[in-house]
């Protein structure tokens, strides 16, 4: 009965035509393992010494080694290490087999890289299952290798394709934005008010995608370890009255109020000041969005001399966030929908996350449906 090709067509692999390495200096021993094995279509390729075997396996591809141990010149021992010293050979499986029994033995070859045992005399049939068993290791760790270089390079692809598309369209969207921006500070008195609302929300709009594509290739490069922080000294207070006339430009609903409370004895932070400024705006946005007219968002800045940390907390009154999301809200692509809840590209509070987390601080929110949301990042002094 063929065990072989029963058990390769369960499995769907097929190592039969794998190429193993007999190492033996017995021309019996190679003759019974060379007729046995050949019998399932394996090829077979032997050495009667340690020197020749090394010579064999460093030109020709070999899936898996027989090694015996007892040798005349390089015994098993010496042949595994070299094998496994070598960067083109270090992966292949080998079986030692062997006339010692003692455990150290088998724990010098296991230290030296050994994948398995067999004892001399040995039964062909156990000889044959375990060199299937490790074949078949072998293989899925190749295809699993194959796919891992193959997501590399669409990876690769993909963030090439990103930058391109992006650098493709910031130059026509910042001409956009330059246009509504001047058309906002000209006429803004000589508008009618639903011209003004068109105006802002254009605006807005524009804002948005910028920082959609900001995002995307920050987050892109902080993954891949490429973004460097610009550390320099600058006073929270001021930074978060920017943002705070920054947003009022582009509120549409001016029933929503948007304030600050701000420890004035706070010391200048050392940080990125370019991403800070983006991290309170990013969630300052999402509040703005997602509070109803009426609402209110305040940003409050503080300093604790017992961490020796700034926090941030931006709390609006706005629809608030289900409990099942509030774990993931900071993940890559997680949006909310359930009718009420839809936070945007899903890039946002990821960039935020990352960013707050490169500065050595922690992000969190707090939030109840119906009862607002309190989103609260640290940072060292």
């Known amino acids: 009965m063929n065990i072989f090709r029963e058990e390769t067509e369960q499995g769907n692999i097929d190592v039969t035509d794998s ?32 020197e020749d075997a090394l010579e064999i396996v460093a030109k020709d591809k070999i899936d898996l080694i027989l090694l015996d141990i007892m040798m005349p010149g390089i015994n098993g021992f010496d042949v595994l290490k070299k094998i496994r010293d070598n960067k083109q050979t270090w992966h292949i499986p080998v079986i030692m087999v062997t006339a010692l029994n003692a455990p150290n033995d088998r724990i010098r070859g296991i230290e030296a890289g050994c994948h398995d045992f067999i004892s001399k005399p040995f039964i062909l049939e156990e000889l044959l299952a375990k060199t299937r068993f490790l074949l078949k290791i072998k293989f899925l760790y190749e295809q699993l290798e194959r796919s891992y270089e193959k997501l590399k390079s669409l990876e690769i692809m993909k963030d090439n394709l990103t930058h391109m598309v992006i650098h493709d369209l910031k130059n026509p969207l910042n001409t956009i934005l330059l246009g509504l921006e001047f058309l906002q500070k000209r006429f803004q008195s000589k508008l009618a008010p639903e011209e003004k609302i ?17 995002d995307l290739l920050d987050i892109n490069k902080m993954e891949a370890g490429k973004i460097k922080l610009r550390l320099e000294k600058f006073d929270l207070a001021v930074l978060i009255t920017e943002v705070i006339e920054q947003m009022k430009v582009i509120i ?130």
Do not use: W
Not at 30 to 43: E, H, P, T
């Open 19 to 50: 190429t193993i390495l007999v190492v033996d200096d017995e021309p019996e021993i190679l003759n019974i393992v060379v007729n046995g094995f050949s019998r399932f279509g394996f090829k077979m390729v032997t050495a009667l010494n340690g």
């Open 252 to 381: 549409v609903d001016s029933s929503k109020v948007l304030s600050s409370q701000i420890d004035k004895k706070m010391p200048e932070i050392c940080a990125d000041r370019k991403i800070i400024k983006r991290v309170i705006a990013n969630i300052v946005n999402n509040a703005v969005k997602f509070t109803p007219s009426n609402g209110t968002i305040l940003i409050k800045a503080s300093f604790d001399k017992a961490s020796n940390n700034f926090c941030v907390q931006i709390k609006d009154s706005g629809e608030g966030i289900p409990e099942e999301y509030l774990e993931t809200i900071f993940d890559k692509f997680v949006q909310l929908n359930n009718n009420k809840f839809n936070v945007g590209h899903g890039l946002g509070l990821n960039f935020c996350k990352l960013m707050v987390e490169a500065h050595g601080g922690n992000i969190r929110v707090e939030s109840k449906p119906g009862k607002g949301s309190n989103f609260i990042f640290t940072l060292p002094a």
């Open 198 to 214: 068109s105006l802002a929300v254009a605006l807005r709009a524009c804002y948005e995608l910028k920082a959609i594509m900001d």
